[in-house]
């Protein structure tokens, strides 16, 4: 469980956020961004494995990011929980554009706030864009994110757990849910 601390967020129903089930560029350490890589067997049992897991929980709707990663692993999740799945694109990992695909031990540096990929997406434009969609969907009770680690990063700064310091903010496990809740008020016991 985690917990919020930034005032922007005070409106915001506590959620469950869920990294995408393993691909075969997890595996091999490459950089994903956009590249549309699907589920590798293991990915697909990790998915189904947390949807055993939260199958008892009060989930109401699973929102997606549009890559073919994040989305077999709502709709093996939404087996589990027969819930609806809403696609939103906004929450789609950072595009990388000349370095998708490339080994993440030669791109260290990406993470940095500064770090302009060729062809790819900046780093204000991904956090404006992802922002914006959490906005807009975590304002309903029983929601689940499954999106990218990237989209990660960008909600830990965003609820206030942690500045945006990339090299120092690690990923979850591929699908492992993490609950996040508000702070108490005054008014909560």
Do not use: C
Request: charged fraction near 25%; charge should be negative; hydrophobic fraction near 35%.
């Amino acid at each position: 469980t985690i917990e919020f601390s930034n005032p922007r967020t005070t409106s915001i129903k506590p959620f469950w956020f869920m990294r995408h089930g393993q691909t075969a560029d997890n595996k091999d350490h490459l950089i994903s961004g956009q590249r549309d890589t699907p589920l590798d067997a293991k990915g697909r049992n990790q998915a189904s494995e947390a949807g055993e897991i939260l199958k008892n929980l009060d989930i109401k709707k699973i929102i997606s990011s549009n890559l073919s990663r994040a989305k077999e692993t709502a709709e093996l999740i939404r087996k589990e929980l027969d819930v609806p799945v809403q696609i939103v694109k906004e929450l789609a990992e950072r595009n990388w554009g000349a370095i998708d695909g490339k080994p993440t031990k030669d791109y260290k540096t990406r993470w940095d706030g500064n770090y302009e990929p060729q062809e790819g997406e900046s780093f204000s434009v991904f956090r404006e864009r992802v922002q914006k969609a959490l906005l807009e969907v975590i304002n309903e009770d029983g929601i689940l994110i499954i999106a990218h680690g990237g989209t990660y990063r960008v909600l830990m700064d965003f609820i206030g757990v942690s500045h945006i310091s990339f090299g120092n903010n690690p990923i979850p496990n591929n699908a492992t849910p993490l609950y996040f809740i508000p702070p108490a008020t005054d008014g909560d016991i």
